[in-house]
């Protein structure tokens, strides 16, 4: 569920962009540093974040750059998590 104030945990908008296939390897991935957002490093997996911040992603094959367009109830289609980032 979203929080409010458009707030969401990093590992769960991770999850809903389909940045990664599952929640256990968002939380893995933000929790292990592979993630800044604005630039900062994130110090866990419950980190918030909001509309307009940008997330620095290391994944194992390249680095993403996404600007967080919106924040989502749950996961859906591929076609809705596109919406919900920009890629720089």
């Known amino acids: ?3 409010d104030g458009g707030k969401i945990r990093l590992d769960k908008w991770l999850w809903f962009a389909r940045v990664v296939k599952t929640r256990a390897v968002a939380q893995e991935l933000a929790g292990s540093g592979h993630v800044r ?7 866990s997996a419950a980190k918030a974040i909001r509309i307009g ?7 194992p ?7 967080v367009q919106d924040v989502a109830e749950r996961r859906g289609p591929a076609s809705d998590a596109a919406r919900l980032y920009e890629e720089l």
């Open 1 to 3: 569920m979203v929080e």
């Open 37 to 43: 957002v604005n630039g900062q490093r994130a110090e």
């Open 53 to 59: 911040d940008v997330l620095t992603i290391a994944l």
């Open 61 to 67: 094959s390249r680095v993403r750059v996404l600007k």
